[in-house]
């Protein structure tokens, strides 16, 4: 019985529990979860602002094997930048326990789909630490200018917000 109990927990630790993925919505999903973020700490008007002046964020984070964000290594942006944004944002990630996926690219045309994850995941479970990026507002806005005129999934919208709603409602 311990024989079958130790084989059975090495064989838990052997598998990687993180979000790792090669699909192609993963810039997108982790652009989602830090646009919900900017939306809890810093309102719908600041949020509204920010987009209207084309304001682009580069999250560098720091990932453990889970895919949890433990550190904000660096917060890149072109328009200046208040510190105590920058403050409550590093406060955020590290009161919270966010989790993140983690994104691959890996060319599928000589390798299964299965394949390719299980790459993925043997090379995340032979580092400690990952750093990834992700941008706000990032992958969501790359169609807006199409949907704009046309509306997304038949829905109007009259403002970058909105359009940013209607997409964190999506998925």
Do not use: W
Request: aromatic share 12%; charged share 25%; glycine share 6%.
């Amino acid at each position: 019985m311990r024989t079958l109990i130790i084989i059975f927990l090495q064989f838990i630790f052997q598998q990687c529990f993180c979000q790792i993925s090669i699909d192609s919505d993963c810039l997108e999903r982790n652009s989602m979860t830090v646009s919900r973020i900017m939306l809890e700490l810093l309102g719908q008007e600041t949020v509204q602002q920010m987009l209207d002046n084309k304001t682009r964020m580069l999250f560098i984070l720091g990932v453990d094997s889970s895919g949890y964000v433990s550190e904000i290594k660096r917060i890149r942006i072109q328009n200046t930048l208040d510190k105590n944004v920058e403050k409550k944002l590093k406060r955020y990630f590290g009161k919270h326990k966010i989790q993140m996926r983690i994104c691959y690219s890996i060319d599928l045309s000589s390798v299964s789909y299965e394949r390719g994850l299980q790459i993925a995941r043997s090379d995340f479970q032979n580092s400690k630490k990952k750093y990834i990026i992700v941008g706000f507002p990032g992958e969501l806005f790359t169609h807006y200018e199409y949907y704009k005129t046309r509306g997304y999934k038949g829905i109007a919208f009259n403002s970058k917000l909105e359009y940013l709603m209607l997409r964190l409602n999506d998925k």
